[in-house]
């Protein structure tokens, strides 16, 4: 008797179980349906993408060059003994050591820029292949080659296959991170949204770069060198599996509504974006050269400790956080000022820049690395929303090759850093290095002058708005067509964001580019 209440029990306490799962999974399904909330767990699928990006990027700086000098002492002594097997090791000279030393410098320098390097040199094929076939496949293919280059980077055990994966990682990043800024562009359409969406993939980005050095360090010294990269592989692939839960790419269709893009080589000589690219670049030489040479200099000249060399940028991420919020905060409230942000984020990070060889002491360094983060916030949380914007208003509103060109201006800057900035350093020292890249960023800053009308250009009526208001396909689509028709009526405002209103006779600079824009890629549409 007491037997079949109990298992009676047991079955009903199954039953309210299973039902509460349905529960969950229905509301689940339901929450994936709508089109806001879907929005929301792409933005959180993409901002674990980028956290995984940077922090592979960032997360060998403290395991690789101590891994590497172990493994050239074990291969160094296993060649002498057999070769000298009577011979003492100590009888090495000294310019044989330091030929090794410089050797490894060269060996981690190079392994530190190939992930920078082929990304840049993917990019342009990436973008291209984006505006193709949609954001959803790309930045699967983009999680997948990151997944397995970081397997392949935990378990390696020699100087080519680290070398091979560290070049992998960075196939993965060309298609993780511009389809997924181009993603995040593509499904917040209002100006002040998609500041506060990209604002967040940056805190994403900063958090990435910054904790990766600790996270490594921490667990290479009381785990081994596996272990970091199985955590990140595993980060990885639960967001695999999230994306493909939500997204389901190979099974959607709205590829079908969107046109063609424009190619990558014509944005790239449109002036505005050349502009903006220009000042991602040099805004993130500070942050890509100081990496690999400011533990050098902290140990040299205020002999700083292992502690405070790994923990160098990490007081940084709080200032690049609140430069985030605050220029959202801005941009909402005058979004026609957004040039100047990143003007004065330029100004900031030249002037700390300079200051950085005065400091004596690691609390006095906090400061200047705290300010150049600061400035790096502004000027990314301000002019990465501006390149869809001005693809929106002078091209067509497809973004993958617009987004692939911010990636390859960082690109550019973290491809030189380890090969460049050690050079400059040894020929020219650190002062000078530092006094050069804050004097560019602030001679840079008047450039984004030329951006100071770019919020007053009316939209071009691209193809994808001659689709919707034809047919929507799609419940994001009808939603997002009535939205923006709503808000025409209402407020008379550009299609394209929250700018100034602009009536049929107002600011209209390049009104012969954009209708040479249109006229070809209607051509290509037809």
Not at 45 to 55: F, G, W
Not at 403 to 417: E, F, Q, T
Request: aromatic letters at 10%.
């Amino acid at each position: 008797m007491n037997a079949d209440v109990g298992s009676s029990g047991l079955a009903r306490s199954a039953a309210v179980k299973l039902s509460e799962m349905g529960a969950r999974t229905k509301q689940l399904g339901t929450a994936m349906q709508d089109p806001h909330q879907q929005r929301r767990i792409i933005l959180v699928i993409v901002c674990v993408a980028l956290l995984l990006d940077n922090m592979l990027y960032m997360v060998i700086v403290p395991i690789i060059p101590d891994y590497l000098a172990d493994l050239e002492n074990e291969q160094s002594e296993h060649v002498h003994v057999v070769l000298h097997p009577n011979s003492s090791a100590s009888g090495n000279g000294t310019s044989a050591s330091q030929t090794k030393g410089n050797n490894l410098d060269v060996q981690i320098g190079v392994l530190f820029a190939s992930k920078a390097i082929l990304q840049l040199l993917v990019n342009p094929l990436s973008g291209t292949f984006i505006d193709r076939v949609g954001y959803d496949i790309p930045l699967l293919i983009g999680l997948t080659v990151m997944f397995l280059s970081t397997c392949i980077f935990a378990f390696g055990e020699n100087y080519a296959t680290l070398f091979a994966a560290r070049s992998l990682q960075g196939l993965g990043s060309a298609f993780a991170d511009t389809s997924g800024l181009a993603m995040i562009a593509d499904k917040y359409t209002e100006e002040a949204e998609r500041s506060r969406a990209l604002g967040i993939a940056l805190a994403f980005i900063s958090f990435g770069s910054l904790v990766a050095p600790p996270f490594g360090g921490v667990l290479y010294e009381f785990a081994g060198k596996r272990v970091p990269f199985l955590v990140l592989a595993f980060v990885c692939l639960a967001d695999g599996f999230l994306f493909l839960t939500v997204i389901r790419p190979f099974s959607n269709r709205t590829r079908e509504n969107m046109p063609v893009g424009t190619p990558i080589y014509r944005l790239m000589i449109d002036p505005y974006i050349a502009v903006v690219a220009g000042a991602l670049t040099v805004c993130n030489i500070p942050l890509a050269f100081l990496e690999p040479t400011i533990a050098n200099w902290m140990e040299t000249t205020m002999h700083s400790t292992q502690w405070q060399m790994g923990l160098t940028w990490l007081p940084a991420f709080f200032p690049h956080v609140f430069g985030v919020y605050i220029t959202v905060k801005l941009a909402a409230r005058h979004p026609n000022l957004q040039w100047f942000y990143g003007a004065l984020g330029m100004v900031i990070i030249g002037a700390s820049s300079c200051t950085v060889p005065a400091c004596k002491t690691f609390g006095e360094l906090i400061a200047p690395l705290c300010g150049i983060c600061f400035g790096i916030a502004l000027v990314d949380t301000a002019l990465l929303p501006t390149l869809a914007f001005l693809v929106d208003v002078r091209h067509v509103s497809v973004y993958g090759s617009v987004y692939a060109i911010a990636d390859i201006s960082y690109s550019v800057a973290y491809a030189m850093g380890p090969v460049v900035a050690g050079q400059i350093v040894h020929y020219l020292g650190f002062v000078q290095l530092n006094l050069g890249m804050g004097l560019v960023n602030v001679l840079y800053a008047p450039a984004l002058l030329l951006l100071r009308n770019v919020c007053q250009m009316r939209p071009s009526y691209s193809e994808r708005d001659t689709l919707l208001e034809e047919a929507p396909q799609g419940l994001y689509d009808t939603i997002r067509m009535e939205e923006r028709r709503a808000k025409k009526k209402k407020k008379g405002y550009s299609s394209a964001g929250n700018c100034l209103p602009v009536d049929e006779n107002g600011f209209d600079a390049f009104k012969a580019q954009r209708s040479q824009s249109e006229e070809s890629s209607g051509t290509e549409f037809t």
